[in-house]
């Protein structure tokens, strides 16, 4: 079980630098995507976008996000 924390506490200390690197993968992606032809990978796309955006979801409502200045 404190395997399972260590890791809850890891992604919690690195929630940021997570986010950044998977909204530099899905940009990067972006930018192939729209060079090809192809609807395949623009449903694949369109896959991976829904599920990152799911994916905020889930770690916002956990307390991932860092709390508000007043």
Not at 19 to 46: H, P, Y
Not at 47 to 55: D, E, N, Q, S
Request: no cysteine.
């Amino acid at each position: 079980m404190e395997h399972v924390i260590a890791v809850w506490e890891w992604l919690k200390a690195h929630a940021t630098e997570i986010l950044a690197v998977w909204t530099g993968i899905i940009g990067v992606a972006e930018i192939i995507v729209k060079w090809t032809d192809s609807k395949k990978d623009d449903a694949i796309l369109g896959k991976i976008r829904a599920f990152g955006v799911w994916l905020i979801s889930i770690l916002t409502k956990f307390g991932f996000e860092k709390p508000k200045e007043k």
